[in-house]
């Protein structure tokens, strides 16, 4: 039997999938992988414990789509990675820009916004991928992210800038500490998607004032900074991948009606479509 793995890796997950003749399916969730935040050894270590991945070895064609793979260097980092794993395997290893394009592509050329852990956008037309503002990671960019969400909302928290009643709830969903946050936020592994744990308490208060103003404020800063800079973005729709973009879509949807576009699909994870794309026989 034909077994085609694709893998949508991102900075908090990964999810694996089985793609046959007969039927695509998911195999595991796993830890997230960034190859320039994470390290291939624990990762190693974490796959060899997961008995629903035994199989994984006999793949013939892996698919990876993942976070930090824009680079050539971190796409042969994902190469060796795979062929450890799978050593018969042929592998393409792409992007996660490009998973999201193409789960999100309907025919139609259209502008991709990813928006989970991190964030960046693209242009696609089926064929060719192309960014206007590279991707700067959790420190200098990740306008509208979930890691986004989650400096605003611990900025607001210690700076005092959030309303009691909203600190109260927040203090009772993490340990805010703030020797433990920093030591998280600076010393520890995953930085980014520590501080994208604070979007689920975002999406919880969405109808509190505060809340919807801060999120209005992070993802007015994606718009302009990742998407106003397409010469498309008044001709074409704006499609939408990942969890924030997905669980925060009437606010999303209410901002790109105030800057005039065009909006699209919500795909909150696109491990099925992109199944589906490379299913065999499709």
Not at 43 to 57: H, Y
Not at 141 to 153: K, L, T, V, Y
Not at 245 to 262: K, M, N, P, V
């Amino acid at each position: 039997m034909e077994q085609v793995w694709v893998i949508d890796a991102g900075g908090s997950s990964c999810d694996w999938w089985l793609c046959t003749r007969e039927s695509v399916k998911p195999v595991a969730k796993t830890k997230g992988f960034n190859p320039n935040y994470n390290r291939v050894s624990e990762f190693l270590e974490e796959i060899a414990e997961i008995s629903e991945l035994s199989s994984f070895r006999d793949a013939q064609q892996v698919f990876w789509y993942g976070a930090g793979c824009s680079s050539e260097s971190n796409q042969n980092r994902i190469r060796q990675l795979l062929l450890r794993l799978a050593p018969q395997a042929t592998t393409e290893v792409k992007s996660d820009l490009w998973g999201a394009a193409r789960a999100c592509y309907e025919g139609e050329p259209h502008i991709c916004a990813i928006l989970g852990t991190g964030s960046n956008a693209c242009f696609f037309d089926g064929n060719t991928l192309r960014t206007q503002k590279p991707s700067l990671g959790y420190l200098l960019g990740d306008e509208g992210s979930g890691n986004h969400i989650g400096r605003a909302m611990l900025k607001a928290y210690f700076h005092g800038s959030m309303p009691n009643e909203l600190r109260e709830s927040l203090r009772s969903f993490s340990d805010l500490n703030l020797n433990t946050v920093l030591e998280r936020v600076y010393n520890a592994n995953q930085p980014a998607a520590y501080l994208a744990s604070f979007a689920p308490f975002a999406a919880q208060h969405q109808e509190n004032p505060f809340v919807r103003n801060l999120l209005q404020s992070v993802f007015d800063a994606f718009i302009e900074q990742y998407l106003l800079p397409f010469p498309e973005v008044g001709q074409t729709i704006v499609s939408w991948v990942g969890s924030v973009a997905y669980h925060f879509r009437e606010t999303i949807s209410q901002r790109l009606d105030a800057y005039q576009l065009r909006r699209g699909i919500f795909v909150g994870e696109p491990g099925e479509r992109l199944a589906q794309f490379h299913q065999p026989g499709s």
